[in-house]
T-cell receptor, first 113, second 116 residues
Framework: AQSVTQLDSQVPVFEEAPVELRCNYS??????LFWYVQYPNQGLQLLLK??????LVESINGFEAEFNKSQTSFHLRKPSVHISDTAEYFC???????????FGGGTRVLVKP | NAGVMQNPRHLVRRRGQEARLRCSPM?????VYWYRQLPEEGLKFMVY????????ESGMPKERFSAEFPKEGPSILRIQQVVRGDSAAYFC??????????????FGQGTRLTVV
């Protein structure tokens, strides 16, 4: 079985400041790793994913995450946030070619002007 | 190409009533997943279905909950005799195949169930 821990439930940050959202997972098998974003009253949208290859993955809107196998982490970072990045962010894992995602508890990011 | 469509978006039921939540997957997707998001929590897997078959229901409560994905029509999550603890957001996701290198799960906007 897999589990995902997001250590911060809320992260307030000022506009144009950097942000890091922490995610640690545990699994006895190889996993795929994902970050999803949920805007208020919306469904989840895939932000980025790690399947294999380069351990650093990037999204089109400036987010990046690095897979660290030894630390079983997949932290999400953005060097400069915008007001529009205010949302809840979920880290998730699945078994390689698995049929379900296991989510962390989510981190609410509130970007202040 | 419409995304995953869930309806209704909001549903209010009195204790003891039945709730039916519908999910139309993206066109061409034959894999459907249901997740539940309790207040202040992350999403928890409930059930995974392919057309007409339940593949994995390890996250479904043993009583009152059922799911189907018929050959024609949307997937239905049915909750009988709802209780206050069933109040949550229920999300449906669909994918072309098993989540993997060339596939991802696309989520609907969810149905927010309130039991009064």
């Amino acid at each position: 079985a897999q589990s995902v821990t997001q250590l911060d439930s809320q992260v307030p940050v000022f506009e144009e400041a950097p942000v890091e959202l922490r995610c640690n997972y545990s699994s006895s098998v190889s996993v795929y790793l994902f970050w999803y974003v949920q805007y208020p009253n919306q469904g989840l949208q895939l932000l980025l994913k790690y399947l294999s290859g380069s351990t650093l993955v990037e999204s089109i809107n400036g987010f990046e995450a690095e897979f660290n196998k030894s630390q079983t982490s997949f932290h999400l970072r953005k060097p400069s946030v915008h007001i529009s990045d205010t949302a809840e962010y979920f880290c998730a894992v699945s078994k390689a070619a698995g049929n379900k995602l296991t989510f962390g508890g989510g981190t609410r990011v509130l970007v202040k002007p | 190409n419409a995304g995953v469509m869930q309806n209704p978006r909001h549903l209010v039921r009195r204790r003891g009533q039945e709730a039916r939540l519908r999910c139309s997957p993206m066109k061409g997707h034959s894999h459907v997943y249901w997740y539940r998001q309790l207040p202040e929590e992350g999403l928890k897997f409930m059930v995974y279905l392919q057309k007409e078959n339940i593949i994995d229901e390890s996250g479904m409560p043993k009583e009152r909950f059922s799911a189907e994905f018929p050959k024609e029509g949307p997937s239905i999550l049915r909750i009988q005799q709802v209780v206050r603890g069933d109040s949550a957001a229920y999300f449906c996701a669909s994918s072309l195949a098993l989540v993997g290198v060339r596939t991802e799960a696309f989520f609907g906007q969810g149905t927010r169930l309130t039991v009064v």
